[in-house]
């Protein structure tokens, strides 16, 4: 049975031969498999590519797919989802954060039946910050969404044909993959590991990458962010109305004061325009969203690959 084993690199330099070689060394110890290798090179700037080309001249079971620029993990990881060619797909970084030697118990949940096997991490030798930023997305997010999503579930995971399939038939744009992988629904499991801290290179997420993220995430799982400035607006509605009638009755128990009230009037035009703008801003969010889906772009080009490719 053929199992591809697909890995996006972006300017990994430091670790595509190191991981290559360790990940091969496990797979050796799978004798009941055949291996495809597909590695995505995520149009890095360093010698990634370089790399690439030698890895796949001296190990047959290599293939690689060179993007033309930067495209971002999420295209990295569809492009290989298109061309993989294995019965089943395991995808993980290629930073070793992922450990290789989970791939065994991976395979063996697939033999169970499992279309989905995702490995949870422990958060272990995070920073605290981010530990705290994601606790609080999956929170929003989950009371948000329409589909769950697990807290230190990785993108490392199995999936099946079927799975795969069902993957790459969302075309959307807008590419949100820990939702999509719980939206086209399977039977799937969890294995745990402990946390792997990167041994070289850098994390290409920023604090500012992560926030965006995890907005796209919600605004593309969900249409509450819409419901809330109905809410919201209604409220306001009802808060001004109440102070309308208690200005009023104020009037007519005492008509002398009824000049006063510059500073109620100052805070109530700001804080309606501030509601205002949020209110567009959201608005804004979606319809850039679809700005984007009906242009309809491809979600990567391909420079160059030792496989066939259609582009
Ligand atoms: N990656 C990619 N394209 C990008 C950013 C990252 O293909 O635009 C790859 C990267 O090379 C690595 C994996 O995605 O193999 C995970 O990235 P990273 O280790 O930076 O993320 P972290 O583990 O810190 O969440
Ligand atoms: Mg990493």
Known sequence: MKITILIPFYNEEEMIVKTHNTLTKELDKLKDYQFELLYINDGSSDRTLEHMRSIAQNDLRVKYISFSRNFGKES????????????????????????????????????????????????????????????????????????????GVSDFRLLSRKAIEAITSLQEYNRFSKGLFSWIGFKSTVIEYDNEL????????????????????????????????????LVCIAIALLYVLWLFISYIISPATAVSGYFTTIFTVVLFGGVQLVSIGVLGEYIGKIFYEVKGRPHYIIEESNIEVDD
Not at 202 to 225: C, E, H, R
């Open 76 to 151: 990295g990881m569809l492009a290989g989802f298109e061309h993989a060619t294995g019965e089943a797909v395991i995808i993980m970084d290629g930073d070793l954060q992922n450990p290789p030697r989970l791939i065994k118990e991976m395979l063996d949940k697939f033999q169970e039946g499992y279309d989905i096997v995702n490995a949870k991490r422990t958060r272990r030798g995070e920073k605290r910050s981010t530990n705290l930023f994601a606790g609080l997305f999956y929170r929003v997010a989950n009371d948000l969404m329409e589909v769950q999503l697990t807290d």
């Open 198 to 233: 990167r041994e070289a290179g850098q994390t290409k997420w920023s604090f500012k990458k992560s926030l965006n993220y995890a907005l796209d995430g919600i605004l593309s799982f969900s249409n509450q962010p819409l419901r809330m400035i109905f809410a919201l607006g």
